[in-house]
């Protein structure tokens, strides 16, 4: 554990470090299906595909969009509360994130040699649904130019928190 805590604080500062959004490698625009789990890329397009994924996924909130042009249809889903596949994706997130605004801030973290993406973001319920400020990490495993594993860790902040700073900047 401390290991893998002390690599991801490594992986934030390198990332930490570079542009936000880097232009891609290759267009990744104006593609049906950019994923291909046979075609072979090279870490930056891997990077390039990811920042395009989160952008569009995340932040324009085009779920299906992103998930039909970058993950594999058979992803192999990590969360117990959500079945196997892409589509089964697309329509847990719909419904959870329709309670919620954001994400707040988001870091983008890709493994280029060994084909991971991860993605820390902040979302906040919406007026009036009760809902925390809830934590999340995103993790992803690419084959080829498809993103075909995902796991997730979500925490919300409880009522009674004795940490005055979770989730801050």
Request: net charge negative; hydrophobic share 40%; charged share 15%.
């Amino acid at each position: 554990m401390q290991l893998s805590l002390a690599y991801t604080a490594l992986a934030a500062a390198f990332v930490m470090t570079q542009p936000a959004m880097a232009a891609p490698a290759y267009s990744t625009r104006n593609l049906a299906s950019y994923c291909d789990p046979g075609h072979p890329t090279t870490g930056p397009q891997t990077r390039s595909i990811f920042n395009a994924f989160v952008e569009q996924f995340y932040f324009q909130r085009d779920f299906q969009g992103a998930v039909d042009k970058y993950v594999s249809p058979n992803l192999i889903q990590h969360n117990p509360q959500i079945a196997n596949g892409s589509q089964a994706q697309v329509d847990a997130v719909t419904t959870i994130l329709a309670n919620y605004d954001g994400p707040e801030f988001r870091l983008a973290i890709v493994d280029e040699e060994r084909r991971y993406g991860v993605v820390y973001s902040r979302f906040r319920g919406k007026a009036g649904t009760g809902l925390p400020v809830a934590g999340v990490a995103d993790v992803y495993r690419f084959e080829g130019s498809c993103m075909v594993e995902h796991w997730d860790v979500i925490e919300s902040l409880p009522p009674n928190s004795t940490n005055p700073v979770p989730f801050k900047r």
